[in-house]
């Protein structure tokens, strides 16, 4: 069962862009997270938005999340070389008891 | 340093063998998961487990079995009832109260050969 979809699937843009991803769900949510997946890695946790917020910030990520159009949005902010790697968005939904993740996007951060 | 082990990192089986894959964190996490991934794919849930003696089916349990009998340990076989078992596994912890975060383990490849 697919909960999150990202959009765009793939996005490449220069170092020192600014990248943004997009995520869609369906059902209500507690919270919901985003994960970055560096090629052949494990995925690692980057930020946890509640669904009573509306906007958060860590470092150069800015994630929102619009719970009346049940959508977020991940925002790297001056891309590095570093940051290419798949970003995914997981729901935590009200009525499971787990992390439902999305297909991801694939960011390619060229130099 | 707490963190979750996956081992191994490759993993070679032959078709009818059933196959184990360890997952370990010292996380002192209640809840433990495993997922599918396909390439270029998201994650797909295989099974996940709240507490000690005691697990769940994800999405995608068929062919798959899985044991909790430490806190610690959460190991998945594959056994040869799964068709097209070529995939990297992942292997993940949280706390089950409150939201937090997944850890994640760095993986195991399974081919079939």
Redesign the interface.
């Known amino acids: 069962s697919q909960q999150g979809e990202e959009d765009p699937q793939a996005l490449s843009i220069q170092e020192g862009e600014n990248a943004t991803m997009n995520c869609s769900y369906k059902t209500s949510i507690n919270n919901l997270q985003w994960y970055r997946q560096n090629s052949g890695r494990g995925l690692v946790h980057l930020i946890l938005i509640r669904s009573n917020e509306r906007e958060k910030h860590s470092g150069r990520l800015r994630v929102t999340l619009d719970t009346s159009k049940k959508s977020s949005s991940l925002l790297i902010t001056a891309s590095r070389a570093a940051d290419t790697a798949s970003y995914f968005c997981a729901t935590d939904a009200i009525i499971a008891q787990k992390l439902v993740f999305g297909q991801g996007t694939r960011l390619t951060i060229n130099p | 340093d707490g963190g979750i082990t996956?081992s191994p990192k490759y993993l070679f089986r032959k078709e009818g063998q059933n196959v184990t894959l360890s997952c370990e964190q010292n996380l002192n996490h209640d809840a433990m998961?495993w997922?599918r991934q396909d390439p270029?794919?998201?994650?797909r849930?295989i099974y996940?487990s709240?507490i000690v003696n005691d697990f769940?089916k994800?999405?995608i349990a068929e062919g798959y079995s899985v044991s909790r009998e430490k806190k610690e340990s959460f190991p998945l076989t594959v056994t040869s009832a799964q068709k097209n078992p070529t995939a990297?596994y992942?292997c993940?912890s949280s706390i089950v109260q409150g939201?937090?975060?997944?850890?994640?383990?760095?993986?195991t490849?399974l081919t079939v050969v």
Not at chain 2, 40 to 43: D, I, K, M, N, P
Not at chain 2, 100 to 107: A, P, V
């Open positions: 996956q998961y997922y270029g794919q998201g994650l849930l996940y709240q769940q994800g999405d990297f992942l993940a939201s937090y975060g997944y850890t994640f383990g760095s993986g490849r």
